[in-house]
């Protein structure tokens, strides 16, 4: 019995929302709320006669930690899961300290303005102890630590698939497989095909700053950087088959890295087409990339901001992606004084997705374990207070929860490595 509020209705929350509704018996009532309250309202409309769970939806800017403030104390929900944009956790995180409820969402917090004084100040700080130079990470979000811990709330960081999963999996062969995990090899593959010569599968916003930021790995106690894309290695990956993939900074390193005693050397990798890297670097040559405002016809412009609109809009991919995702991770330790290599997987058929949900399998694989990670907490399964990931509890039901609900996993004990 929850009472849930929902913030974003986009892509993944679309999937979050409708996995919601499919386990009506704990998800008892469900608020949407977005920006755009047209949006909400449609799911909400798709949603009837389809779930017992009693759907209701508002408008609000998440911007604006009064509003979201005003919006629990009406709606009184048990905890806030953001799906909107990493640009509002901070100020949802405000809201849900002030009012006293849990908080979950799926990216680490990064600023729209990457130009603010303010924030750069702190981030080349950042960069300059920490040496990668990715505009998000942990720190704004753990040092909220203590105040979840003082009011006793959880805030549940990052649980989508890549982060969220990937460190559910990493807990698991860390509680089952291995005394020692030495190496994380993370892999994320997208065997998908959606027809057009350039789109994202998710916020295009986002999504083309992270991977055309500089690589970076953990490795021996501190990180190694290089430049956007410089790591590249072919990978056969059950189900999909031989793919391209590239070293990518991604933010569950940072965590697992503070988290897995004994670990060596974390790696992230992506696949992409050769069709996206031209486009993506082309953009970027141009400027269509930057997040600085430029004057265009006496208007005030930010080039990505620009593009996104032109691009088109991953919540419409669904019904023209085909293939399959493989994402998962490749470990290697120590087990009972012998060396020990496993991966765990999941793969995931974009049309079977869209069949069930109407979405492709980027939003179904992050919305899926969205949705499990908010209700481990609301039940209170998952009960430690602070600013937690997801490695950070028992991966049991979280695990037994992926198989229940349509992203079921696979361990196989003698995976291709990664060079
Ligand atoms: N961990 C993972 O595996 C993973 C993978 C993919 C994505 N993600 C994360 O999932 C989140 C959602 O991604 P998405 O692809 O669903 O994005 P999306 O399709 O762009 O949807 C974002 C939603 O947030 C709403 N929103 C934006 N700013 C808002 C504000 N100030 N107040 C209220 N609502 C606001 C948008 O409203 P409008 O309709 O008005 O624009 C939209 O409904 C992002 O944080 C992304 O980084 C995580």
Redesign the pocket.
Known sequence: MSRLLV????????VAIQKCCQNSEFFTELCI????KS?CDELAKKLEGKTATAVTTAK?????VEEVKALINSYKPDLVL???????DLTIMDACLACGVHYV???NYEPEDTDDPEWRKIYEKRCEELGFSAYFDYSWQWAYDQKFKDAGLTALL????????TSVFTAYAQKHYFDEIHTIDILDCNGGDHGYPFAT???PE??LREVSAPGSYWENGHWVEVPAMSIKREYDFPEVGQKDMYLLHHEEIEALAKNIPGVKRIRFFMTFGQSYLTHMKCLENVGMLSTTPVDFNGQKIVPIQFLKALLP???SLGPRTVGKTNIGCIFTGIKDGKEKTIAIYNVCDHQECYKEVGSQA??Y??GV??MIGTALVAAGQWNTRGTLTTDEFDPDPFMDMLNKFGLPWVVDENPATVE
């Open positions: 913030i974003g209705c986009g892509g993944v929350a679309q709320a977005s920006r755009t949006k609000v800017d998440a911007d604006n953001n799906v909107a944009l990493p640009y509002q969402d799926t990216a990052g649980t989508g698939f890549d982060p969220g999963v599968n998710f916020n986002v999504n809009d991953p919540a980027i939003s694989t992050t374990p969205a």
